[in-house]
């Protein structure tokens, strides 16, 4: 039985090249897409934000002394790469999904419009949010808050590379401690970069929780959102 009925799952880009060094690893993929059918077989609405780092960090050498804005639309622009590989490997599994973008790109992509997202998630479709939130100087996780919002899910899961929120990046830290829960204005006092400070004080703001856990972990998707004991729960 599910614990929530309307779900946005951000899922890290870096993640997506698996063992590569950049791009796009086809079993990373699939298994992350069989990951999500099992949650939408079980009833619940998925909306999808898709980070960009396993294409943007791959060429953000050639981004060294760019102007910052234009660096940044080369991101949003990975995130539509993403995006369109995931509405289309969940084609192939058998699933229908929409990739609506934040920026105009209409050959390639529907453009965002807020009440045909949401009849497509009324419709069991799952929808992919391309393009951050449109605007630079933002990331996918501040994109993943706003969307989360608007659609009204009742929470955000980020699927990342580590399984919670720690007391220091854990990659970084071996002595880092993994919190089972914490609120944002700890979140946000203690600086912890896991997720950015604008994602963290819309989602407050909003009073949308946040869930942090591992996308490597097999079955950890579903078991969050079945409300079981996974990563780490960031709230009000
Ligand atoms: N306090 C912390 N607790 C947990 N992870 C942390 C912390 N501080 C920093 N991190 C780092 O944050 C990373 C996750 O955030 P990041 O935005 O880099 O990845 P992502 O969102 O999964 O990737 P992408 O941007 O490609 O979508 C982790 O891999 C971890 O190394
Ligand atoms: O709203 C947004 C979202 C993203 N960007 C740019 O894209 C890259 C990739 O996104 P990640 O969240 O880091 O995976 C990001 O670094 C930004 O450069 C953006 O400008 N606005």
Redo the contacts with the bound molecule.
Sequence with gaps: MPAYKRILLKLS??ALMGDDAYGINRATIVRMVQEVREVTQMGVEVAVVI???NI?RGVAGGSVGMDRAT??????L??VMNSLALADTMRQEGMVARVMS?IGIEQVVEPYVRPKALQYLEEGKVVVFA?????????????AALRGAEIGAEIVLKATKVDGVYTADPKKDPEAKRYSAITFDEAISRNLQVMDGAAFALCRDQKLPIKVFSIFKPGALKRVVQGEDEGTLVHV
């Design positions: 880009g870096e980070g960009g780092g943007f660096a940044d639309y080369m991101g949003m990975a995130t934040a393009a951050g939130t449109g605007n630079p100087f933002f990331t996918t996780d501040t994109a």
